[in-house]
Structure formats: structure tokens, C-alpha cells
């Protein structure tokens, strides 16, 4: 019997009453009940297999109306309009979001909305304290019209009247420093006090920087070399004379002068003699290289770099003068007792290098690498004395200086035989500061004796000091660890390491005190009415004894050009601003160097 199908196709009904159905034949035995379980079964298997065929035929609509509307699938993706992403990233990247909020953004927000506090920076070294009050020492022996913020107190305006009876002296000879404990103003240690300064701030500006004393230090520079300018014709190419001291004393001069009379210099009332030269090539050497070394410091100041240097060229030749040869201080009562010049090849040297460096000419380096200035200087003979830098000697200084150019620079031929050897013997001048070479005696103290048990030795140890801390620092910036002194290897930080004025002593009281009146304040024993502060006293002997007596120079008296070393001593020494030195700004004005072919050799003859 077949049944209707209202959806297609039909189904088919198996009689349960037939016995036999596709051919099976089934036992007759078999009950009623086993038969009829037999049956459902088949007739369940059968229809759904009956009805999975059929429902495989219908269409969606169809399957709807029998099964009901399916089940929502969940969605993987998110559509957020111009991007999809999967759910899952999405998710992750929204934690990942809140996680970096939490860590990053929060504690930047909290810190921003917090009240700052600055950080103290780390306090000064001792060199950095020590420094500070050493540049103020300039400060204190100026001559001139001081300008409101010299920041000494106690001093006035001074020697405003000098030069003026100086009939080729344009403007009179105001300004400058006074020297030591008298009013007198020496342009030879002046000079190489300038050039010190100068070196030093080319080398540690950043320093400088970094304690405040940039400024402070470069118009102390430019107070002194403009006083220096005007020593002599600074606007023309050639000159014939300088003027090379402004007061001081004759050895037992019984006339009111700057020894016999002890006053405040705002109080000097007695003449004020001018020294004119018209032959010195050492202080004319001397006086070219502060002006040179100077016009570096001025860089950024065009038109007075350009005036330093034209001056410098100008007083160099003066000094080049086959003429005028001989040495400055010769025969000059003046000049001789007190800073009496021993030659003047060691400034060809110096003044030669500082105007290389300052113009890039390559006369002046062919000059200082020329051997007739070695050989007549006896740069080479490991002379004890010839390896202590003082304004008297400049060698081992103008050595190091033109060592420092082989080093960074390696101009190579033709200069490189001169400049290797100006090296080793720069190497062999460290080696003889180091107490177990024997070269120098040490007291019991701990001093080198530089000058030899002479006074003031404090200076010539302060300025090796300079030479050796400055040569650590070339050595460091080309990766070099020290050197050898014979058979022994010397480390750099053991090189490193190795190593009274009347304005103050009288009462700023409103008195003016007589030529010879205020020598009472000179002999007391009791203290300065106002500290010279910064000043390095002349030290104490080789007995390691210092008396302390404003009337003993030997000890007490501080100078211009002990205290020039000494700043650059410390500024060498100090971390402030961090270490090393900057390579570059010494060589602004070098043209690049490129070795030179050497010569053939010369032909060969039978």
C-alpha cells in the first residue's frame, strides 16, 4: 500500500501480515512478539534511512518548515567598519591596550601632576673649589678702571696715569695686572700668565662651562691682552720698539718707586717709569703667543680674533728681526733683577706653534719643526732645568704643544722627524717627574724640587702638574695606556697622580697712607684686613718649612704667572664637566695636512 506524500515522492508500506518481504525467509517457529520486534526495528531502520534521502532533496525553505529556524552561530570576526579583526586579536589588543596604560601612561601622568623637585647636582670637587677662588686672584690684581662686577671689594681704580709722559703711546698704557706683592706691571710674565689661561680654556671649555667660569675666565684673558696691545703699535705690520714694563724698582733705590714705597696702588703717588725695548725676541715671542693662543679663545668674537691676530703677527716679526736679537732684559736695571730672560729660542718655539695654530699658516710650522731652534734651545740634552715649564722656559710646554699635532693630526714629511722627537722627549720629561727616576730631589713632605731648593717653588710644581695631567689626557684620547720610561711601563693615572700682595695687606680705611707710611702694616704679624682669596703663596723651602712673613717674598709672595698655572692645574685636575679634552677647537684654523712626497734621493755617482 503506498501513502500519499505531500512533499514529492512517496513512501512505501510493508504488510506486516507478509510472511516473506524481499526475499527472507524467516523460521516458523519464530513467536509472534520476536516477529513483531523484528519488524519495528526494520521499519525504524527503514524509514529514517527512507527519510534521509528524501530530506537531502529539499530546499532551505523546506528544511525550515520540517526542523524550525537554525541556531545563531557565533560570530568569529568583529566588523568595526574599515578594519575586520578576528574577536580573539581584538580582545588581546584591548588588554594589551589597558596593560600598557597602566605601566606606561599612568606613572608619566602622576609625575607630570606631581611637583617637581630638581635634583641636587653632585657637589664640586676640591679642584672645582680650589679653582673658583684661584680665578679671583686675577680679579684682585688688576690695574686700570675696574669694571663694577670685579668682585673685589677692597680694590679700586689704579695706575690710571700710566704711560702717559709716553710720547708713541697712544692712550697711555692703562689696564693690565699688577704682578705679585708690587705695583709693577712686567709684560713678560704677564704674557705667559695670558697664554696659560688661554691654553687651558682651549683645552677644558667645557669644563669651564660647567662651573660657571667660561665668561669669568675669557675677560680675564681679554683684560690682560688688551693692555698687551697696547705695549706697542698693534695696527701696523712692522714696529720697532715695545714697551715692556710699567713701573717697579731699582736694586737699593732710595727714590719713591714701587719697592721703596709700600701703598695701596689706588694711592700711588710717585712716577711710574716706562721700560721701551727695541730689541726682545724672547718677550716679543712671548708676547706673540698669548696674543695668538688668545684669538683662538675669541673665536666666536671675529673681529677681535682677527685684531689678536694681526698683533701677534706683528710682534712676531719684531722678535724674527735679525737686528734685534738680542735679549730683552739685557743690561736693564729695571728689568734684569726681577725677570731677567735666560734666551729666546725656547719662545721662537712657542710663539712659532701658537701662530700655526691660530692662522694654519705653514711658515710657522715649518720654524717651530726647524732643528736650528732645538739645537740652540737644547731642547734634547735632558737638562734637568730644561724640563721645568716656568715663564722663563717654555720647552717642555712648546714641546708637549707641537706633540699634541703629531698625535691627532700626523702631518707626517716634512715635519715628522722634528715632531716625533719633540714626543719622545716629552715622554722622557713625564719620566723624569716620577720620584723613583732620581731626576729631581723630593723633600720629606712630598714635593718635587723643580727649581732646585730655589724660592717659590709651589709654581714650577704647579705647572708641571699642567703638562703632565694635559699629557694624560692626549694619551687617553687615542686610546694609549701609558707609557715607557726604559724598561718600565708607566700607567696614566700614575703620571696624573705623580704629581702675600700690599692691596691686601692695607685697610680699605678711607686713609691714604705715605710712600713709606704704610710699611706698619706690611711688618705686623697680624693678619690681612682683606684675603686675597685664590692666591698661591710662593711655598715653603726644601726643608719642607714655610715662615709666613709678608716681608719674606720667598714664601709668601704670590704672582701672576705661579697663579696662571696653578688654574690651569685645576682645571685639568677637576671632574666637573667631565674628563678629557677638546681635540678640535685648536685646530679650527689648520688646513687639512696631507704628507708630502720626500724628496729622491740624490743620484748615485761612481
Same mark, same amino acid.
Given at each position: 500500500?503506498?501513502?500519499g ?19 527472507l525467509?524467516?523460521? /516458523? ?7 513483531s ?55 588581546? $589588543? ?37 679653582l ?10 688688576k ?8 668682585? =673685589? ?13 709716553? $710720547? ?8 693690565g ?15 705667559? /700668565? ?13 669644563? +669651564?662651562? /660647567?662651573?660657571?667660569?667660561? #665668561? ?21 705690520t ?10 717697579? $724698582? ?78 730683552? $732684559?739685557?743690561?736693564n ?81 716634512? +715635519?715628522?722627524d ?78 696624573? #697622580?705623580?704629581? +702675600?700682595t ?13 710712600c713709606?707710611?704704610?710699611f706698619?702694616w ?30 719674606n ?7 701672576? /704667572?705661579?697663579n ?16 678629557? =679634552? ?21 743620484p748615485?755617482?761612481?
Open positions: 500500500m503506498h501513502g506524500n505531500h512533499w514529492g515522492g512517496s513512501f512505501e508500506m510493508v504488510n506486516n501480515g507478509d510472511h516473506r518481504h524481499n526475499g525467509d524467516h523460521d /516458523a517457529t519464530t513467536t509472534d512478539d520476536e516477529k520486534r523484528s519488524m519495528d526495528q526494520w521499519d525504524r531502520a527503514s524509514l529514517h534511512h527512507s527519510q534521509s534521502q528524501r530530506y537531502q532533496h529539499l530546499d532551505q525553505t523546506q528544511q525550515s518548515w520540517l526542523l524550525g529556524p537554525p541556531e545563531p552561530k557565533k560570530k568569529k570576526y568583529v566588523d568595526l567598519g574599515c578594519v575586520v579583526c578576528s574577536r580573539k586579536a581584538l580582545k588581546w $589588543s584591548l588588554w594589551s591596550f589597558l596593560i600598557a596604560f597602566l605601566v606606561i601612561a599612568l606613572p608619566i601622568i602622576i609625575v607630570k601632576t606631581i611637583p617637581k623637585h630638581k635634583s641636587r647636582p653632585p657637589p664640586p670637587d676640591n679642584y672645582t673649589i680650589a673658583h677662588k684661584a680665578l679671583l686672584f686675577f680679579n684682585a690684581q690695574s686700570g678702571k675696574l669694571p663694577k662686577n670685579n668682585g =673685589i671689594n677692597w680694590r679700586g681704580d689704579s695706575g690710571l696715569n700710566d704711560g702717559n709722559t709716553t $710720547s708713541d703711546v697712544k692712550g697711555g698704557l692703562v689696564g695686572y699688577y704682578d705679585a706683592g708690587d705695583n709693577t706691571k712686567f709684560n713678560f710674565p704677564m704674557s705667559f /700668565a695670558m697664554t696659560m689661561l688661554s691654553w687651558s680654556l682651549i683645552e677644558y671649555d667645557h669644563k +669651564y662651562k /660647567a662651573i660657571g667660569e667660561y #665668561n669669568h675666565a675669557k675677560d680675564l684673558i681679554k683684560w690682560g691682552t688688551d693692555y698687551l696691545l697696547l705695549t706697542f703699535n698693534s695696527s701696523a712692522k714696529i720697532n720698539q715695545i714697551q715692556a714694563q710699567v713701573g717697579g $724698582s731699582r736694586n737699593g733705590s732710595s727714590v719713591p718707586d714701587d719697592h721703596y714705597c709700600w701703598e695701596r696702588p689706588e694711592d700711588m703717588d710717585y712716577q711710574r717709569p716706562v721700560q721701551t725695548i727695541s730689541s726682545g725676541p724672547d718677550l716679543a715671542g712671548e708676547m706673540a703667543a698669548a696674543l695668538a693662543a688668545a684669538s683662538i679663545v675669541f673665536r666666536d668674537d671675529t673681529a677681535y680674533s682677527k685684531k689678536l691676530v694681526k698683533g701677534a703677527k706683528t710682534v712676531f716679526a719684531f722678535a724674527r728681526d735679525g737686528g734685534k736679537r738680542t735679549r730683552y $732684559s739685557r743690561g736695571s729695571f728689568i734684569e733683577p726681577y725677570y731677567n730672560s735666560s734666551g729666546y729660542y725656547d719662545e721662537y718655539m712657542w710663539g712659532s706653534a701658537w701662530l700655526y695654530y691660530a692662522t694654519g699658516n705653514v711658515s710657522y710650522i715649518s720654524l717651530a719643526t726647524n732643528p736650528g731652534l732645538s739645537r740652540n734651545s737644547r731642547a734634547f740634552f735632558m737638562i734637568p732645568d730644561q724640563l721645568v715649564l716656568s715663564w722663563d722656559n717654555k720647552l717642555p710646554a712648546a714641546m708637549l704643544l707641537l706633540t699634541r699635532l703629531r698625535i691627532f693630526l700626523n702631518p707626517g714629511y716634512p +715635519y715628522e722634528m715632531l716625533r722627537m719633540y714626543h719622545n722627549t716629552t715622554t722622557l720629561t713625564m719620566c723624569a717627574y716620577m720620584k723613583q727616576y732620581g731626576v729631581f730631589n723630593w723633600t720629606k713632605g712630598g714635593m718635587i724640587q723643580l727649581n732646585r731648593g730655589r724660592p717659590q717653588p709651589l709654581q714650577y710644581v704647579s705647572n708641571a702638574a699642567f703638562l703632565a695631567s694635559l699629557f694624560v689626557d692626549y694619551m687617553n684620547a687615542t686610546g694609549v695606556p701609558g707609557i715607557y720610561c726604559g724598561s718600565d711601563f708607566i700607567t696614566l693615572d700614575k703620571i696624573r #697622580n705623580g704629581l +702675600y700690599r692691596a691686601a695687606s692695607m685697610p680699605r680705611d678711607k686713609i691714604k697712607y705715605s713709606t707710611g704704610g706698619k706690611r711688618d705686623t704679624r697680624n693678619p690681612n684686613p682683606n684675603n686675597i682669596t685664590g692666591a698661591m703663596v710662593g711655598g715653603p723651602d726644601r726643608f719642607d718649612q714655610f715662615h709666613d712673613m709678608r716681608s717674598y720667598s714664601y709668601t709672595e704670590p704672582t701672576l /704667572a705661579g696662571a698655572g696653578l688654574v690651569a692645574a685645576l682645571v685639568s685636575l677637576t671632574s666637573s664637566g667631565g674628563h678629557g =679634552i677638546d681635540k678640535n677647537n685648536m685646530f679650527s684654523a689648520v688646513p687639512p695636512l696631507y704628507p708630502q712626497s720626500s724628496p729622491p734621493p740624490p748615485w755617482r761612481p
